[in-house]
């Protein structure tokens, strides 16, 4: 009996081979496999995509907040400068004044220097000519 059914099942293999059945549900199966390994490698690459975009989501996003991070720094800059203008005006007077006072005392110096040299000057000559007359009298 084993032989009987084995025997059947070879010429039933047979007649789907000679008919072709065999070569087509061959192929149909390998076209199938051919689907799903291109179906996966698509899906492979996507999921190797996945972390790039997402990387990619998050540099933009940071880039972003950085962004703002910066024009709120700017609007702040911008406040306490003006904030902070009148007092800078005032800053600017008080030391444009002791300038102006470092100045005056200044010339003052230069010009006591001055008198307090014309006065050495005059001394000195007062005393050089004290010195020649004291020669010419003793020479006398």
Avoid: C, H, W
């Avoid at 492979?44 to 996945?50: L, P």
């Avoid at 110096?109 to 008198?115: D, E, G, I, L, T």
């Amino acid at each position: 009996m084993k032989k009987l059914i084995e025997f059947g099942k070879k010429a039933m293999f047979y007649a789907r081979v000679l008919s072709g059945y065999e070569e087509r549900r061959i192929r149909s199966y390998r076209l199938d496999l051919q689907k799903r390994i291109t179906e996966a490698e698509r899906k492979k690459a996507e999921i190797r995509k996945i972390p790039e975009q997402l990387i990619l989501s998050e540099v933009r996003q940071m880039v972003e907040e950085m962004q703002a991070v910066n024009k709120q720094l700017e609007d702040t800059e911008a406040a306490i400068n003006e904030y902070f203008k009148p007092v800078d005006r005032q800053a600017q007077m008080i030391v444009e004044k002791k300038l102006q006072e470092e100045e005056k005392t200044m010339k003052q110096m230069m010009q006591a220097m001055k008198a307090q040299a014309l006065l050495d000057n005059q001394e000195a000559e007062n005393n050089a000519n004290l010195n020649i007359r004291k020669d010419e009298a003793a020479s006398r």
